[in-house]
Antibody, heavy 126, light 107 residues
């Protein structure tokens, strides 16, 4: 059973860089995209971006200029860095696996997020 | 970005009730629609993928329907452990987007 465990600093000052890491236990690291999602009361659930074991990444355009997601396949870990944080970046940050299931015909891929990490509350405050 | 709109934002129900939650996409997403359940202080949990596929381990009282822009999550007989917030999410394109959530509360 795949489990994700995440860690990182929970209290930042404006203009700091947010840094979080997620480790994958009990399953394959290859063949999936590894994802960061955040949740705040004002915005709700927001997809930040993803990376696969080869280092191919995709980012939310709204955050792309400040986000970097990296991967360490030897440790089965992936990391999020978000620069120049403001109070608007205060949220619970989750890591998750983007998995897929084929339809009955075997041609259509359905992508989904499961499992998720436990979440980390990151607060940006002066 | 594809906007996902859920209704209602909250509802009150009793154990044994049939509960229906709807999700509408701002453009057609075929059936690239997932449903998640989130309990307070916990991460979301996948219930339904591909609009109607039941994730392994999820009780059969949960079902999903729809295609195009309109989707429905149905809980056929609400159980005490089902009081939670439910989110839809489109996997048609990036950025992946979520609905704002529907909170199912005790009546």
């Amino acid at each position: 059973q795949v489990q994700l465990q995440q860690w990182g600093a929970g209290l930042l000052k404006p203009s700091d860089t947010l840094s979080l890491t997620c480790a994958v236990y009990g399953g394959s690291f290859s063949g999936y995209y590894w994802t960061w999602i955040r949740q705040s009361p004002g915005v709700g659930l927001e997809w930040i971006g993803e990376i696969n074991n080869s280092g191919s990444s995709n980012y939310n355009p709204s955050l792309k200029s400040r986000v970097n997601i990296s991967v360490d396949t030897s440790k089965k870990q992936f990391s999020l860095r978000l620069s120049s944080v403001t109070a608007a970046d205060t949220a619970v940050y989750y890591c998750a696996r983007r998995g897929k299931t084929f339809d009955s015909g075997g041609f259509i891929e359905f992508w989904w997020f499961d499992p998720w990490g436990q979440g980390i509350l990151v607060t940006v405050s002066s | 970005d594809i906007q996902m709109t859920q209704s209602p934002s909250s509802l009150s129900a009793s154990v044994g009730d049939r509960v229906t939650i709807t999700c509408r996409a701002s453009q057609s997403i075929n059936n690239y629609l997932n449903w998640y359940q989130q309990k307070p202080g916990k991460a979301p949990k996948l219930l339904i993928y591909g609009a109607s596929g039941l994730q392994t381990g999820v009780p059969s009282r949960f079902s999903g329907y729809g295609s195009g822009t309109d989707f429905t999550l149905i809980i056929s007989s609400l159980q005490p452990e089902d009081f939670a917030t439910y989110y839809c999410q489109q996997s048609y394109n990036t950025p992946r987007t979520f609905g704002q959530g529907t909170k199912v509360e005790v009546k």
